[in-house]
Structures are given as C-alpha cells and as structure tokens.
C-alpha cells in the first residue's frame, strides 16, 4: 500500500516546502506544558509553562499511499462536489498540486495537514477516518460536552505547527503526520468560535454546503484555521511524512 518516494527529488523538495511555508511559529493549549505533558494540568499552568514550538520541520521520508479502493471513492466524491459553484477560500501546496496533478484549479480541494500516531496513520491510510473517533483531543465549544468546535467531522490544518501538536513520535527524535487530499466544496465559512448544532444540521448536513472553513484567524486573532468535513470520502490520505522537529 504505501511506496517510500524519498528519492522522488522534484516531490520530496515540494513536500518539505509544503512543512516549512506553513509554519506558524505559534503556542496553543494543545502544544501542552513543558512540566506536564499535553492536557495533564489546568490552562494556566500549561500557559505558564509553554512547551517549546519548533521554528521548522525537516522531511526526512516520504510514504505515499496507493490505496485505490478509497482513492476512486475520492474521485467519485470530487466529481460529484466539482459543479464550478465553490468560490475558493484559499490555495496552499507551494507548487505540489502540480507536481502530482492531482486538483484542479478554481475549486476548494486543498492539501492539509492531520497529525496523528503512526499506528493511526496506517489505519487511515488502510481504512480511511473514523467519525466515532472524531474530534479527540481538539478545542471543544462552549458547554457542549466534549462535542467538538464544529462538530463530529475529520478535522484537518493548513499549518504544519498546527498538526505537528498531534505528530505521532516514531522514534530517534522523529514524528509522523498526514498530509491529505481533501475536498471541501461549497465551504461554510465562519468566523465565530465554534457552531451550533442546528445551524450545521441547516446548512451542511441538510443544506448545500460540503465542510466547514473556521476562519480563526482574522477574527479572533487565533493562531490556526480549522478546516472540517463530515464524510470520510472527502479525504484521501495521500502522504504519511516523517520528520524531525527543529528549534
């Protein structure tokens, strides 16, 4: 299932562009404390004791996934959401899209960021995501129980910082992350910290939009976007990438 393309030169020089030109340099909760560990002590002393955030990620392997089973469940998806309506919220990739010609132009479908154990790499990459397993160990709104920021869907980064907070640790001071294909479509944009289950039933799950862009930044001046999707045939986990963290 998987091919280790490190030697592809041209993929692997993209690949370690797409970790460097989407570092953001920021700390958030999920980073964890420098004296406890992630979510093992109360915010004020994790915010006290900041766990260093790397200034940079070095690729060191490339795995890529050819799972063709979920990659032609992918395609039937995109063909289905490409309809020429999506008005697109942002690009990112730094010229991979068209080293691998994998998307097109003019339409929400981005390569994001997943950070993940990498046993829970493999899985994915076998099986795809799981939705009962969604939102674990994210931001949750307000007073909703544990529900995650807009509800139970796959939760994706454009920012390498961001899913390197969740990076499996594979050993000899390496980690792991996914890099996926994700087609957003009709995205919901929203500025507000989080969404209520009505209004996510109304306008996604029965209504015309296909995922969730939490646009975290500009508003609330929060570090990360959100990117969020309900159906696991939105995604199709393209890369597994080991690196090491740099400070």
Sequence with gaps: MFEDVSRDRALFDVLQK??????????TRDRGCSVHGVRQCDAACALKHQSKV???YKLVKVEKN??????????????HLHGGHETPIFSNGHGLARVLQMTEQGHNEWFVFH?????ACDGICNSNFRLDLSGQGATKFSGAQKRPLYGWGVYFAESSTKADEYGGDVGRGQHCMLLCLVIGGNALQTTEDGIKEDVLNQQVHNGHCHSVFGERRSTM????????????????????????RCY
Excluded: M
């Design 18 to 27: 797409v970790l460097s030109g989407t570092v953001n340099q920021k700390w």
């Design 54 to 56: 790397p200034r940079d």
């Design 221 to 244: 001046h929060k570090p990360f976007n959100e990117i969020c999707v309900y159906s696991p045939e939105q995604v199709f986990p393209a890369f597994v990438l080991t690196y090491t």
């Design 115 to 119: 950070g993940a154990s990498r046993t």
């Design 66 to 79: 050819h799972n063709d089973v979920l990659w032609k469940r992918y395609e039937n998806v995109r063909k």
